[in-house]
């Protein structure tokens, strides 16, 4: 199959090319497009064949359930049996946004969507072309993060192009996302919303809105053999970069001196070596590829920055990478829980 790659800051027709997207969504095909958390894998929700076609380019296990995405509130009837209390105010609250909420599905919800579950996960997006290309297919888009499975989620076209060329019937381009990280996953299926996964929404933000919301056990640690995770796609590992990732935490001044040995010794050993730090501790390093994130003073950048790094660290075929930790509060949450899992959860204390 041949992508189709849209260059769209600079088009002019983009309302036909919206169109043609859509009608591609809607013949059961697949389209990847910009959404303001990650570039997003999109085909039409309702069709089962179209959501395997998904699975089957992502290269992902069909256990994993999509979220679907919808232009208004009102699209959520067709989907969701029945919307609590809780649901409604985060809604209310924060959609458009990058806020993923779990519903009791709908019977014409597919099974091939949900994979299996009772449940669907919804949100509605802010970007405006995602919004657009959603309300011209005229049916919700399930959309899971637009990379081949177990690489970190694209931010950016060229990202989705190194994982999807030929696989995929178009690509919009709408350059670089906004936020960075996928969006926030909260059950509201019961008496009190659970977290499933941290992003740009944050606990801080959630709770400011409903009270008290739990947190899934699976952000913090390792899947434990056996039990079922709430959000399937814990169970996996994730966000995974081709080099071994190792996090250091601690004093800053320590860390830095850990990491200097720790590359040190790889080096020695003739290994490519990564690290990644940030702007305020960058001029510690000593040896090694050095990469700074952003600024821990805007986590935001962080959060920006984090998967683009990750792949640049493949591209440069390292065979070590060593990083920083964060803090865990409000986005800080987010960053650990995507940094902690392509490290497979090992973390060096100093
Ligand atoms: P991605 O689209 O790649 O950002 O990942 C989607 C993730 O959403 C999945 O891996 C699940 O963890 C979560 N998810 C989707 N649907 C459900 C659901 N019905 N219940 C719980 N989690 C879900
Ligand atoms: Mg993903």
Known sequence: METKWIHFENLQEKEEILR????????GGLVAFPTETVYGLGANALDEKAA????AAKGRPSDNPLIV???????????????????????????????????????????????????????????PLARKLIALAGVPIAAPSANRSGRPSPTTAEHVWQDMQGRIEMLLD?????????????????QIPVLLRPGAVTMEMLESVVGHVEIDPAIQGPPK??????????????????????LV?????????????????????????GVITTEETKNRYTGGIIRSIGER????????????????????????IYSESFSQENLGQAIMNRLVKAAGYHIIRV
């Open 52 to 55: 395997k076609k998904i699975y």
């Open 225 to 246: 053999e056996g039990i079922r995770p709430k959000a399937p796609g814990m169970k996996y590992r994730h966000y995974a970069p081709r080099g071994e990732l190792t």
């Open 297 to 320: 003073v805007h986590e935001e950048t962080i959060a920006h920055n984090l998967f683009a790094v990750l792949r640049e660290f493949d591209d440069l075929k390292v065979d070590y």
């Open 174 to 190: 709408g350059g670089s996302v906004g936020i960075g990280l996928e969006s926030t996953i909260v059950d509201v299926t019961g």
């Open 69 to 127: 995405h919808i232009s208004s509130v009102k699209e959520l009837d067709e989907l969701a049996v029945e919307v609590s209390h809780a649901g409604k105010k985060l809604a209310e609250a924060y959609w458009p946004g990058p806020l993923t909420l779990v519903f009791p599905k709908k019977p014409q919800v597919p099974d091939g969507t949900t994979g299996g579950l009772d449940t669907v996960a919804v949100r509605m997006p802010s970007d």
């Open 249 to 273: 935490e601690g004093e800053p001044g320590a860390v830095a001196e850990e990491i200097n040995r720790l590359v040190k010794e790889r080096q020695e050993e003739g290994r490519r070596v």
């Open 20 to 27: 043609e997207a859509a009608g591609i969504i809607r013949q």
